[in-house]
């Protein structure tokens, strides 16, 4: 058995351990518990020093394709409707040798800032091979967009058959849907009869929730630019959210991105349906779209996990950074919440229940992040801005 210490064990589930052990065998903790434990088990002890071991951290959201996409991120300051049309444009002129390599080195990023797994949203699903070789779990939420609802059933055919061809590959491949306002009514109906979509982006700009309110002209005239202009919409004068229970949308394991615009009604409705919320705060502000409301998020019961976007909208693909946005944003919330966004609940949101945490059984995917000095509470440490985690070789 392998045996690694460190100066704080934080489990995720349970309270840190200061000077604790963990003991690997076979891709698996085999043991968990204070250095001094007489009846710890025998071996040599890898020391990994000041610093705090954890489970790899979650990112359950985020572009790995738009990675090349960098040059659109000053667009958000014009507002999120100029910030998707860049991309948009930017994208589809965008060299496809460049962008492999960009997914390789945003790879590389992800894989050394101590993240072991990813809820990777994608609509072109070519670099599912650069996924399978990259040592990370992955869930692929393949993105449907499509606002015309003539192309409702071609769409869902063609990704119906895009997810046939993905079967017995090492990534997951789930079908999933774009927004409330770029997807059709009858594609998200569709995609709710078969138990889907996986995941989402909800409730994230205000011209989403004005163009579902009566119409927003901004997204009104970028449909129409689409040449999407000709499309019919009757506004439901509801919220994002409850617009898509309506469609039968909001489902238990649902993965709903930014839920930055969700009244206490829509709280408590995301919460009894057992909707998974991702928030991404570094995105969020640099969008400048606001700030989900994450300690209500957490009291309406609702499971709130942690991603980062896409590097179309951050500078960095690191999610302790968005540990740490986050407790700036809100520094009356448990660091302990955080880090268990960042980890446990990003787990079970992409159904990978042996990751997340420290306990036996558990998988050694492991990470830690190094300290000056040993810090008085870990926790704090971990959301502070000044930790960077780096996976541990088991
Ligand atoms: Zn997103």
């Known amino acids: 058995m392998q045996l690694l210490a460190a100066s704080w064990v934080v489990p995720v589930d349970g309270p840190p351990m ?10 698996r903790i085999a043991w968990m ?22 489970p790899g951290l979650v990112n359950a959201h985020c572009h790995l ?12 300051g014009r507002g999120f409707v100029a910030w998707v049309e860049a991309l948009v444009e930017r994208r589809a002129h965008a060299d496809p040798a460049r962008g492999r390599a960009a997914v390789r080195a945003a790879l590389d990023e992800v894989k050394a800032t101590g993240t072991i797994a990813v809820g990777d949203v994608s609509n072109a ?3 599912l091979d650069l996924l399978e070789t990259s040592g990370l779990e992955a869930v692929v939420f393949h993105e449907l967009l499509a606002w015309d609802p003539a192309r409702a059933e071609s769409v869902l055919d063609q990704a119906r058959r895009r997810l046939a061809a993905s079967a017995g590959r090492g990534v997951r491949v789930r079908l999933a849907a774009h927004a409330p306002h770029s997807v059709s009514p009858p594609l998200l109906r569709a995609l709710a009869a078969e138990g889907g979509p996986a995941a989402i982006h909800l409730a994230e700009s205000e011209a989403e929730s004005r163009f579902l309110d009566g119409g927003d002209p901004d997204w009104s005239a ?9 499309v019919r919409f009757a506004p439901p004068r509801q919220t994002p959210a409850r617009y898509l229970d309506g469609l039968g949308v909001l489902h238990p394991g649902l993965v709903a991105a930014h839920c930055i615009r969700v009244d206490a009604r829509d709280r408590e409705l995301l919460g009894r349906r057992g909707v998974f919320v991702a928030v991404c705060p570094r995105s969020n502000r640099n969008l400048g779209v606001g700030i989900p409301p994450v ?3 957490l009291a309406s019961g609702i499971a709130v996990c942690l991603g980062t976007d896409s590097l179309a909208s951050v500078d960095s693909l690191d999610l302790l950074a968005d540990a740490a946005a986050l407790h700036r944003e809100f520094p ?3 660091p302990s919440a955080i880090v268990h966004m960042a980890t446990a609940t990003g787990a079970r949101a992409l159904g990978l229940p042996d990751l997340g945490t420290l306990a036996p059984g558990q998988r050694a995917a492991l990470a830690f992040s190094p300290a000056p000095r040993v810090p008085d509470d870990p926790l704090t440490f971990l959301v502070s801005g000044a930790a960077r985690a780096r996976p541990v070789e088991t």
């Open 125 to 127: 699903l070519d670099h």
């Open 222 to 230: 970028f449909l129409a630019r689409r040449g999407l202009g000709h």
């Open 18 to 27: 200061r000077d604790g052990l963990v003991g690997v065998e076979d891709g």
């Open 65 to 76: 394709e738009l990675s090349h996409l960098a040059d659109v991120r000053p667009e958000g």
């Open 332 to 334: 009356a919330l448990e």
């Open 33 to 54: 518990g204070a250095g001094t434990d007489p009846g710890r088990p025998r071996g040599p002890v890898r020391d990994l020093g000041p610093g705090v071991l954890l």
């Open 295 to 297: 300690p209500d998020l």
